[in-house]
Each structure stands twice: as structure tokens, then as C-alpha cells.
């Protein structure tokens, strides 16, 4: 009989306290080990990391989050451990559902050939836990890699972004065998916070225009960031459980909601000592109250400003044919 692959799972971590015993009280469960790159977390992060045995802490001592770098790094990390191995990138705010180690997904998984990439749909949580959304889009979040293959390199050519990386190396479909798991979800819990989520996504938008070469349109941005919920959103009699494998106990008790995403106005003030606003100003953020706290209030030209007023006025209508239209117009224009 055939000894399973070791199972890890590789985790970036910056401020993750809300969340973090929650994700390795459930993840310890089934993973065989869980490695966490720290992102200089002040808010009790390491501290709750080192509780738990099966947790390899290291250090992402980049200022600014660049996460291509971060995510190598624990591709590298996870390279160390010797054999046949699946790798799940999961952040801190995501668990896979209650009742995965039944299905036949999952056997596949701890039974699948090296080089297969597994797929995974979300379902995203929205102010509570019964509130949900099932996504129909699969994401590379897992993969069976065993000796032959230079995982650490692979991800290293494939890879350069600063946000929205994938989470594990992605080969050509003649290297790799892609598998979509429909039995089960990982579990998302970023929206359950909507004022924290907000730092996030003007986060993203100013990583994105910082970092990235790729032209970042305005439009497109804030019309994709700021859609807080989705047309087909479920409301469930019962709430989403996060669960242990075999025990069946709830622990979302252990998930805080009082963190409304310092570290991320932190880092983009950062960014504007260091580079200025005059590049940023397209983009509509500027409303954000804890920026105007943290002392940003740039003068924004009138045609942004027209801009940014057109963009919250008409998101509700953002799919209306004539909003469409108005929109490719302006992405030429800006």
C-alpha cells in the first residue's frame, strides 16, 4: 500500500489574530504541518502561532506586500520537507468545508499522482454565517508535487505580481493534470468584516498601481472591488460550521470581527510618503475615512473627481447595457 503524500499547507500572515486560532485549530486537524510566513504582525499573531505544534513560522521581512516574494518564500520553505507532497495555499480566513475528509474529492487528493493541480470553488461568507455565497469558478489552491519536480522554480517563472498570485505553481497542462473538487468548498470569511474588507480592496488598488507594470484601469478597478455582494447570495437555515476533522464541534466562536484592517492603511500611507499621490489620484478611494484620519486628503483634479462621482453613483447599475457602454468610453478616455 502506497504511503499518502505529506500534507502542508502554506499561509501568509500579517495582523491575523481575528482569525488565526479559528484556521489552525481546524487546519492542525488535517494537515501535517502548516507554515506561516509573518509579515511583522504587532497584534498577537506570532504569539497564537506559536501554540501550535504543527505550525513552521518564518519571517516575510518585506515592508510593503509583495506577494509573489511572500509566497515563493514559503514554496521554499515547504521544499525542505522531503517526499512526495500536497501543498494547499489557504490564507488565514480560509477552511475547508464540514465534512471534506468523507468525500471522494478528498481521497483523490491524498491518493492522486504527483504533478495534479486541484480546483477549488469559494464560498464566500457575508456578515455572518449563514449568509453565503457559492461561487462557479474554480482556483488553483492545491497540488500534489512529488521529487521530480522543481516546484520552488516553476512558481518563480510563472510569477511576478505583487497581488493576486497564484497560490501554487501552475505547469502547462501537458506537465500537470488540472482536477476540480465539487464536493466540497473553501470556506471564505474576508466578508464578513465589510469595513476591513474596504482597507483591503483600496489596498490592492494602490499595490496594484504601485507595483504592477500591467496598466491598471480605474474603471475596471473600482467596479470589481467595490461589489461588496453578489447577485446570488443564499440565506441558510443553518449556519456554516468550522470544523475539526471527526470531532463536529463549531469553532467559529474563535473568529473576532473587531479588526477593521489597520496594516493595510498603514502600508498604503507608506506608499504615498514614498511615491506621492499624483499616480493614485484616478483612483476612487479617496473617501476613505481612515486615510483622511491618517492625515492623506490630496487635491483631486475635477476630472477625476467627476470621474470617481460617476462611478459611485451608477455601481448599483454597473451590468445596465448603457452603463456598459458609458464605462469602455471612459476607460479609453482615462
Known sequence: MNKRPTIIVITPVRNEAWVLDAFLTCTSSWADYIILADQHSDDGTR?????YEKVIL???PTQEWYEYICRTKLLEEAAKIPGDKVIFGLDADEFLSEGFEKTASWQNIVNAKGNTIFCFNWLNLFDNFN???YTKMHFEWAAHF???TDFVEEYKKRE???VHCSRVPCLETGVCQ???VDDFWVVHLAKLNHQKIRQKYDFYQVTWVDKNQEKANPINMYRGYNKYYPDQLSHLENPVKLCCVGDGKDYSYL???SDYGKHYVDEMVQVFRREGTEKFLKLCIWDNPYLKKAGVNPKIPLKYRLLHSYLKKTQNKADNRI???FDKILIRLY
Request: hydrophobic residues 35%; glycine residues 0%; aromatic residues 4%.
Open 47 to 51: 504569539e497564537i502561532a506559536q501554540k
Open 58 to 60: 518564518i519571517d516575510n
Open 131 to 133: 449568509t453565503v455565497e
Open 146 to 148: 512529488d521529487e521530480s
Open 160 to 162: 511576478r505580481h505583487a
Open 178 to 180: 488540472y482536477i476540480n
Open 255 to 257: 473568529v473576532r470581527s
Open 323 to 325: 452603463i456598459k457602454l
